[in-house]
């Protein structure tokens, strides 16, 4: 009945006289064909449609796409002639006498044909899951489009040893691109960047073993499958399932413009399509987007971006692809006419002339000079040795910016330039830019994981029993990052509405906290995350200017510094959502002495970075200038969080003139002098403060002593200097060798490493300096926490 239906369909539509109107088929036979007007549609529910697809002016690739259009354009899920568009004026595809499929540009040029032949009658039909078979009437399939997939596939269309996917070369050019989905000749599916310099395997990572990385190389097979339920499985043991379960068409597995790879579902009720799965959720690790001696970052509320390196300038103004080319001349046969940016956070992948070991800066810098090729190195500390590694690279490629960095970059530019060379607004943005935290904290346990995992390999020796544990929790748990990731994307810095946020509070009931410019509230948001809410007293009043001064914080993001979740501003009622820190205050936590000696060196160096970043990351500073135990918040495992920063900059300071000014700033007892005495204020005040609570993380002592009421608020700091440096001197003059014992808090019982000790409180003493210029910078102050070299661990 219903092939009936059909042939009557397919007689009436092939007998329309009229050849200029576009006509609909349903196959096509021996001698008939196609024109760029004409369309076949699938059977038997027309999901599917095939024809001619106008990919440029006049230009037009024979395609199959989903008939129904979901957002602005068709989704084309193949094409024939994508690297070869055809002529829109008498273009046909021609089914020959000889069986051959045949398409021909305006009748002449043969452009793509499916090189079959066949005696016998010979149909083209295109099936309701996104297949176009060539068959005989006995059944054979001569030929089908599943076989020679471009970058789409279909659910349960077979990826084997022959598939390729081919990204299209961009959003609106669907012609052959850099990335690349294939099985490699180790058996495993690999995504490969194959620019116009650079070809770069980048996935599994080429760093990991296949087997950590979850792979199997021992099955030759090389098939790979998305299933209708959304269930994919690799001959490789690669095997996910989307995000939505169960049976439905309308899915799509898609190598794309990014080098991502992504599952599509069509979301019925907006009709439009949801990624589902993606093989990566930090953009930036996808090599060559931005192409070479640029720098990669994202953020939540973006894809990702490119700039170009300080001192280079794009290569082509529309195609981020061909990457940056240097904006100056460099002669490399005289060391000193070049010298080098530092850029912070950020990190170049690959191109290394090699690993030079225990290495000074001095000499790291040399060594790069004595190379002509050498565009600049990574200066890495190796924490396992306890040294530097130099890294000169030839190739400024996959630049990665991410406050997961914590090694700094130089770039070789010539002496002459280094002045002029100022990063631009630009890059300031750029920096504050981030990846999710979430997905850093699971990687950070999966290679944690891995790690002991491999000890116990060697351990027991029980290899091919773990290979498949290990596998199945890698899996296990990258499902889970992924959807955390998801998670973060959907959600993100966003605004929320009062009620919302009343709400979530039940009614501003639970008060956790004061001051800083409000009362910080706990609650739990609608997707249950629990969320310290504060409620702003003498906020900005302007929507605008608030936003645009929340926008800035709300993009600052470092492993050390408290994430923000959003904002409200509504009315009068102005309100930040933070994440929520278990462990509270640091205040709370030094009176409770829940401190050891490990953890309170982590958490002093862990406020300093988190302080460098706000200073230096962003090349703009944002000065906190209310460092203190209360505004230090620490997290389940004790690691700290800056809170509170850039709120000065979010209240409403209009009206009060400088001096006034500098009084509402700042805590008594962490004060820096420059305040009482109207100095300028730089960032020094905040380091200022920041010896003062490593003072107290050291002595356990309190610079606000008891005395509350004592209103001499620049003095308090002092007396803790004071007494400190009397202590140190006392001990000094005895000739003891373990000066710092006097001074160290008695609640840690004497159990702490003396020699970072007594680093720790000369950095500390350093820092609370009364000359400004004297005090380090919070960069410094890292370096030297870092690697413990007491003394002048400066840069340049
Ligand atoms: C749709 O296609 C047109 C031209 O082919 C293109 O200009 C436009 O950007 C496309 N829209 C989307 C959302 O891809
Ligand atoms: C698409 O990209 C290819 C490769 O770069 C280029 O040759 C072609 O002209 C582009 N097509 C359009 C319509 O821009
Ligand atoms: C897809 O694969 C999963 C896992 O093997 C299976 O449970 C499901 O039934 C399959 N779906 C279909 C439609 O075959
Ligand atoms: C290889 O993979 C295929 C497809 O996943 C599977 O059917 C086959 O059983 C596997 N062979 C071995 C030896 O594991
Ligand atoms: C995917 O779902 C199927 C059931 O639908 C389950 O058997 C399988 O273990 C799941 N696979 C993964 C990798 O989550
Ligand atoms: C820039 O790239 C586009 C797209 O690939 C290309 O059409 C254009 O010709 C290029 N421009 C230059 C100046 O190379
Ligand atoms: C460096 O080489 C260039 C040409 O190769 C030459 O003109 C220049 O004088 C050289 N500079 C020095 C300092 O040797
Ligand atoms: C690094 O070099 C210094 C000086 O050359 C040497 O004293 C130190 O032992 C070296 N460290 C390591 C771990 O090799
Ligand atoms: C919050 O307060 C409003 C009135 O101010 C009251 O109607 C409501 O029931 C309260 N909700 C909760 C959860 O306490
Ligand atoms: C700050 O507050 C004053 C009154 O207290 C108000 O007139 C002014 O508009 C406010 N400024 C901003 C930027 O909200």
Known sequence: MA?????????LLLSLPLPSFSRTYTSLTKGSSL???????????????????????????????????????????????????????HTKLILQ???????????????????????????LELHDNGNLILSTSDGQNLWQSFDSATDTLLPEQLFTRNSILVS?????????????????????????????????????????????????????????????????????????????CGVRLQRRLVMDVDGNLRVYSL????????????????????????????????????????TCLPGYKMNNLTDWSNGCEPDFKLSCNDTVSSGFVQLLNVQYNGYDLGSFTNYTFESCKNLCLSYCECKGFQYTFDLVNGYYSCKPKTILFNGYR??????????????????TIKPSRDLNLQCTAQITPLDRTYERKNQDWVKSFLWC?????AFEIICLFTYFFKTQRRSSAKIQGYLQVATGFRKFSYAELKKATRNFSEEIGQGGGGVVYKGMLSDNRVAAIKYLKEAIQGEAEFLAEISTIGRLNHMNLIEIWGYCAEGKHRLLVYEYMEHGTLANSLCSDKLDWKKRYEIALGTARGLAYLHEECLEWVLHCDVKPENILLNSGYQPKVADFGLSKLLNRSGIDNLQFSKIRGTRGYMAPEWAFNLPITSKVDVYSYGIVVLELITGRRPTGGNSNDDSSAVEP??????????????????????????????LDGEFDMERMEILVKVALKCAEEDIDARPTMREVVDILLHQESEGAVMF
């Not at 092939?3 to 007689?11: A, E, I, N, P």
Request: hydrophobic share 35%; proline share 5%.
């Open 457 to 461: 390999t060697l351990a027991i020796g």
């Open 97 to 123: 006498n000889s069986g051959n499929l045949e398409l021909t540009d305006a009748g002449q040029l043969l452009v793509w044909s499916s090189a079959t032949e066949s005696s016998s009658s010979v149909q």
């Open 3 to 11: 092939t009936l239906l059909r042939f009557l369909l397919s007689s």
């Open 718 to 747: 002092r007396r803790l200097v004071s007494w400190v440096k009397g202590k140190m001197q006392e001990a000094d003059g005895r000739g003891s060798p373990t000066s710092v014992m006097g001074i160290v808090d008695p609640g």
């Open 267 to 306: 979301d019925k009720a907006t009709q439009s399509w949801q990624v589902t799965w993606q093989q990566s959720s930090e953009p930036c690790s996808i090599p060559g987007i931005c192409g070479a001696n640029s720098i990669c970052s994202s953020a939540p509320d973006s894809e990702r971006k490119c």
């Open 402 to 419: 991410s406050g997961d960095f914590p090694d700094p970059m130089y770039i070789r530019v010539p002496t002459i330039n280094l002045n």
């Open 35 to 89: 024109s760029t007007r004409d369309f076949l549609v699938s059977t038997p529910d027309a999901i599917f449609a095939a024809g001619f697809f106008s990919v440029g002016e006049n230009s037009y690739c024979f395609s199959v796409w989903f008939a129904e259009r979901y957002g602005d354009n068709h989704t084309i899920v193949w094409m024939a002639n994508r690297d070869q568009p055809v002529n829109g004026q």
């Open 168 to 244: 299209s070369r961009s959003k609106t050019n669907y012609s052959s691109g850099f990335y690349k989905l294939y099985f490699g000749s180790d058996n495993v599916l690999h995504l490969r960047y194959e620019g116009p310099e650079i070809t770069n395997v980048f996935w599994p990572d080429p760093t990991l073993v296949i087997w950590t990385a979850g792979r199997s190389t021992y099955n030759s097979s090389k098939v790979a499958m998305l299933n209708s339920s959304g269930y994919f499985l690799s001959s490789d043991t690669l095997q996910f399932n989307t995000s939505d």
